[in-house]
């Protein structure tokens, strides 16, 4: 059964949160991720919080799903993610009830984890994040998007 991980936070800027994340909700933040893919820049702050993480996404790119999430709704929540122990399985067993994803083959994420998205049309509306993440050591499967 999947297990909670972290519900993502689409925001203009991750740096102009760090008050309400610490200040105000009493998050400790724990880490930084910055990525340039294709000349598209990311960030990407965790914060801890009793239940999970909370990850404050922002891209640089206007087109992006994020920013166009960003454009049409404010910022805010955008998704959950989901812990699985094999993310293939775990899309086979859901693609078998009818779910459809976003990213197939998975992609090689943030945080060592090989990550996916289920398309909201097919979840009740709800942007569910699958990560399985790869043990110390163990090497990116050719299979996975990078």
């Known amino acids: ?28 933040f724990a880490e930084r991720k910055e990525y340039d893919r294709g000349g598209v820049k990311a960030r990407l702050d965790f914060y801890e919080t009793p239940g999970g993480l909370m990850e404050l996404v922002e891209v640089s790119d206007p087109g992006a799903p994020i920013n166009q999430f960003i454009e049409s709704r404010g910022e805010g929540v955008h998704h959950i993610c989901l812990r ?23 992609r090689y994420g943030s945080r060592n984890g090989l ?29 996975a998007q990078q």
């Open 1 to 28: 059964m999947p297990e909670f991980d972290h519900i993502g936070y689409a925001v203009r800027n991750v740096d102009d949160k760090k008050e309400l994340m610490e200040d105000l909700l009493g998050f400790k």
């Open 84 to 106: 699985v122990d094999d993310i293939r399985q775990t899309m086979a067993e859901w693609e078998s009830k009818g779910v459809k994803f976003t990213m197939k083959p998975p």
């Open 115 to 143: 990550i996916t998205f289920a398309d909201p049309s097919t979840t009740g509306g709800l942007l569910t994040e699958l990560v399985q993440y790869l043990k110390e050591g163990e090497e990116i499967p050719d299979w």
